[in-house]
Nanobody, 114 residues
């Protein structure tokens, strides 16, 4: 099965931007829907952005208008452009898909300082 690895996390000041990448080990062209989750310290992992194979996207209210999810099936990549970051965006970010079971990347840390 296709494995996922996130990259692009780091430390950024509030108001700044980051772009996360999710690299797949194989073709994602047959994966109907992929998503980005994050887990803040002491909180449960939550889905906040998703994208279908047709390019339809959906976002949680907390990130809508600031974050943009995209995917490039030809490169087996999914991306997350994050703008206007605030301290509440701090957490470990994971890419995910489901095919008979959940597939997760190891996560990448995003820390937003005030």
């Amino acid at each position: 099965q296709v494995q996922l690895v996130e990259s692009g996390g780091g430390l950024v000041q509030a108001g700044g931007s980051l772009r996360l990448s999710c690299t797949a080990s194989g073709s994602i062209s047959t994966i109907k829907s992929m998503g980005w989750y994050r887990q803040a310290p002491g909180k449960q992992r939550e889905l906040f952005a998703g994208i279908t194979n047709e390019g339809y996207t959906n976002y949680a209210d907390s990130v809508r208008g600031r974050f943009t999810v995209s995917r490039d099936n030809s490169k087996n990549m999914m991306y997350l452009q994050m703008n206007s970051l605030n301290v509440d965006d701090t957490g470990v970010y994971y890419c995910h898909y489901w095919k008979d079971r959940d597939y997760w990347g190891p996560g990448t840390q995003v820390t937003v300082s005030s």
